[in-house]
């Protein structure tokens, strides 16, 4: 059974930084696109960032240049370092994994931008 843990959700001020952590563990062959949504409170989920197996990225416009994705493909783990944040970027993180098949998900961490 596939399982996703994530991390490194919290409070933080506007301007300062976090990075979120999304560690894949059960039987898993190989990931081919690894990611990241977010869900405000009274909006849909939306796509924040995505990386595939060879290191290609996408952002959303909203994050791009303030927002990096990478992946450890050796310990199945995908992060999100965040930078110069907003309040707007509040919202519940959720990372998922696309092993080939179906996409798994994460429970989600929450992140909170606010002085």
């Known amino acids: 059974q596939v399982q996703l843990m994530e991390s490194g959700g919290g409070l933080v001020q506007p301007g300062g930084s976090l990075r979120l952590s999304c560690a894949a563990s059960g039987t898993i062959v190989s990931i081919y696109t690894m990611g990241w949504y977010r869900q405000a409170p009274g909006r849909q989920r939306e796509s924040v960032a995505t990386?595939?197996?060879?290191?290609?990225?996408n952002y959303a416009d909203s994050v791009k240049g303030r927002f990096t994705i990478s992946r450890e493909n050796a310990k199945k783990t995908v992060y999100l370092q965040m930078n110069s944040l907003k309040p707007e970027d509040t919202a519940v993180y959720y990372c998922?994994?696309?092993?080939?098949?179906?996409?798994?998900w994460g429970q989600g961490t929450q992140v909170t931008v606010s002085s």
């Open positions: 990386i595939t197996d060879n290191g290609r990225t």
């Open positions: 998922y994994i696309d092993p080939g098949r179906r996409l798994y």
